[in-house]
């Protein structure tokens, strides 16, 4: 089945630790996502990238990270300088050139701070 | 300026009946996009219905429609015949500009719960 695939699911993170959250797309989508999910918040964006090796800051970045090395794979990582990471994260994937551009998303990851 | 708002943090529905979301935008770009997004308890974030700024009629997709009063920078999201798999969080979200922009802004959402 095509889809956007998010893991871990579960992620638990020592105080100055780096954590890599993974997400998978086989949509074929060109644009990838990360938002970030507060509770009782609707959704911010981290990082989006809209091709290969080219990504830009969304309006919360400081203190994270991300790559875009393959068309599948958007890796998010929550670096030590994030100071709150506890978080809802969601990843998403869209065809741009669509007239809709509309944003699928996975399950998430929920990071905890140990 | 919040870029969408949506006033009710929560609503209750009689199993059968018909619900409306409210949600307002607000933008100065003529061109933008509004959708509705469900999120169950489980977190995934589920895609409902789209409604372009340019479009001349309302949105439709299944159970629900999507009332877009332009001029009122509203864009309310009408659930008909509520089932009990519909309880769960709803996100209005607006995309600004051209169909290759990709910031997406949601407004806090409004967690329905359907009552049998």
């Known amino acids: 089945d095509g889809g956007i695939t998010q893991s871990p699911k579960y992620l638990f993170r020592k105080e100055g630790q780096n954590v890599t959250l993974s997400c998978e797309q086989n949509?074929?989508?060109?644009?990838m996502y990360w938002y970030r999910q507060d509770p009782g918040q609707g959704l911010r964006l981290i990082y989006y990238?809209?091709?290969?090796?080219?990504?830009q800051k969304g309006d919360i970045a400081e203190g994270y990270s991300v790559s875009r090395e393959k068309k599948e794979s958007f890796p998010l990582t929550v670096t030590s300088a994030q100071k709150n990471p506890t978080a809802f994260y969601l990843c998403?994937?869209?065809?741009?050139?669509?007239?809709?551009?509309?944003?699928?998303f996975g399950a998430g990851t929920r990071l905890s701070v140990l | 300026a919040q870029k969408i708002t949506q006033t009710q943090p929560g609503m209750f529905v009689q199993e059968k009946e018909a619900v409306t979301l409210d949600c307002t935008y607000d933008?100065?770009?003529?061109?933008?996009?509004l959708f509705w997004y469900k999120q169950p308890s489980s977190g995934e974030m589920i895609f409902l219905i789209y409604?372009?700024?340019?479009?001349?009629q309302n949105a439709t997709e299944g159970r629900y429609s999507l009332n877009f009063q332009k001029a009122r920078k509203s864009a309310n999201l009408v659930i008909s015949a509520s089932q009990l798999g519909d309880s769960a969080m709803y996100f209005c979200?607006?995309?600004?500009?051209?169909?290759?922009?990709?910031?997406?802004?949601f407004g806090t959402g409004t967690r329905l719960t359907v009552i049998p």
């Open positions: 998403a994937s869209s065809h741009r050139q669509l007239a809709k551009n509309i944003q699928y």
């Open positions: 949509l074929n989508h060109d644009a």
């Open positions: 990238s809209q091709i290969v090796n080219d990504f």
């Open positions: 933008t100065s770009d003529p061109s933008y996009g």
């Open positions: 409604q372009g700024s340019y479009d001349q």
């Open positions: 979200a607006m995309r600004e500009g051209q169909t290759g922009a990709n910031n997406l802004f």
